[in-house]
């Protein structure tokens, strides 16, 4: 049995989200979505709302497969105000992705 099929074949306990689901057989299959992919529908995945006040400047990625947000806000004033979102900010970019993918998120002004 490969290590392919015995993930598969894992059940869990409780019933997950679709996204989570599918984001765990892409991880299993070894197909994700891409990082550059994340930048061109940066305005749908985080919303109008944060949208309209950030971009994404860049993206890094780690030895353990996460990545390195940063972000620039359109004015310095939105740095406090996108500070106290970023576990919102996180979780939209994770769900995109269907797994934990966000290790830190940090502001370039």
């Known amino acids: 049995m490969s290590s392919h099929d015995k993930k598969f074949n894992e059940r869990l306990k409780r019933p997950q989200t679709i996204a989570g689901a599918l984001g765990?057989?892409?991880?299993?299959?070894?197909?994700r979505a891409s990082d550059s992919d994340l930048l061109q529908r940066w305005d749908e995945i985080m919303g109008?709302?944060?949208?309209?006040v950030a971009h994404l400047a860049a993206i890094k990625k780690?030895?353990?497969n996460?990545?390195?947000?940063?972000?620039?806000?359109?004015?310095?004033?939105?740095?406090l105000q996108l500070s106290y979102r970023t576990d919102e900010i996180k979780a939209r970019?994770?769900?995109?992705?269907?797994?934990d993918a966000v290790s830190k998120i940090s502001f370039r002004k």
């Open 62 to 64: 780690n030895r353990d």
């Open 93 to 99: 970019i994770n769900k995109y992705f269907g797994y």
């Open 66 to 79: 996460t990545f390195n947000v940063v972000i620039r806000p359109t004015s310095p004033a939105f740095v």
């Open 24 to 31: 765990g057989l892409i991880k299993i299959f070894g197909v």
């Open 48 to 52: 109008a709302e944060i949208a309209a």
